[in-house]
């Protein structure tokens, strides 16, 4: 026997072995925080939610992107052009010059009213709508993108529909993204949708100019909940249903027109309860 060729094949035999191992537990371990960051939390973790009495009743995001800030600003509009879409014309609609000072431009006739607020929201509410014969989830959805697609040139991306009070009628929240990040707080449209149609709009429409600064690493989901866990109110929380958590560019209303939004984890508990969670520092940024 060559013994020297038997060793070396030896030898080849061990470092592919030791590849495979190798390559193996790395495979595994890629794995192991892709269920990390989806449905199988740290146990410690669970233990602080559930002292506060938070429970989970979603997925965590399996990747996490670097990011920088975000230019943001205003849009502005014209009022009087924007509500000729809301009422077909200014013929009979009331245009006095608003008494309150955070009011650009108010518009009213018979049961509708359109405000036009300086921080830039828009807010349309009709009460004299009927009861309507009922709808569903889809329907209320298709009217609420209906309804902004004859006020609103924007393109949005829908985030939840949740039933809203009176059986029937759900509210329907949108938002504004950049490459795939969402805009979120004090941004994007909110709308309460009846069997008769839409009865209120809240809508914040803004300008993105670009990044600002380089891309940064971010905290994970899971660090946002614990935040959150910690920041709890003592003794006793109320008890709260975690059902959404997304990654995106925190927007508040500020004394300027334009300003830079820093990534945020967006904690949605249902209805309009969302907690934000700076991606940067981990801080509760509002609630």
């Given at each position: 026997m060559n013994w020297r060729r038997a060793k070396n094949l030896l030898l080849v035999s061990f470092l592919l072995?030791?590849?495979v191992l190798a390559w193996l537990y790395l495979d595994l371990r890629a794995d192991a925080r892709g269920q990390v960051?989806?449905?199988?939390?740290?146990?410690d973790l669970l233990e602080q939610l559930a002292a506060n009495n938070i429970s989970l009743a979603a997925e965590l995001p399996r990747s996490v992107p670097e990011l920088a800030l975000l230019q943001v600003g205003l849009k502005r509009q014209n009022p009087y052009s924007l509500a000729a879409t809301f009422f077909g014309t200014l013929d009979g609609v009331d245009t006095s010059p608003p008494?309150?000072?955070?009011?650009?431009?108010?518009?009213?006739?018979?049961?509708?009213?359109?405000?036009?607020?300086?921080?830039?929201v828009t807010v349309y509410t009709n009460s004299g709508l009927g009861a309507g014969d009922g709808q569903t989830e889809a329907e209320a959805q298709q009217?609420?993108?209906?309804?902004?697609?004859?006020h609103s040139g924007d393109d949005l991306q829908l985030l939840s529909v949740e039933p809203y009070r009176r059986q029937g009628t759900y509210m329907v929240e949108f938002c504004q993204s950049w490459e795939g990040q969402p805009l979120v707080g004090a941004s994007g449209a909110?709308?309460?949708?009846?069997?008769?149609?839409?009865?209120h709009c809240w809508r914040r429409q803004l300008t993105v100019f670009g990044e600002s600064g380089i891309r940064r690493s971010v905290i994970p989901a899971e660090a946002a909940l614990l935040t959150l866990a910690l920041e709890r109110p003592r003794p006793q929380a109320t008890p709260l249903t975690v059902k959404g958590i997304t990654l995106g560019y925190y927007n508040e209303i500020y004394n300027a027109d334009q300003w830079e939004a820093a990534p945020v984890w967006q904690i949605w508990a249902g209805g309009d309860i969302n907690f934000y969670?700076?991606?940067?520092?981990?801080?509760?940024?509002a609630e």
């Open positions: 072995l030791d590849l960051a989806g449905s199988h939390l740290d146990a008494d309150d000072p955070l009011l650009a431009a108010a518009f009213r006739r018979g049961e509708e009213e359109l405000l036009f607020y300086r921080s830039g009217r609420a993108e209906e309804f902004l697609g004859r909110v709308l309460v949708v009846t069997p008769a149609g839409v009865e969670i700076n991606a940067y520092t981990g801080e509760l940024e």
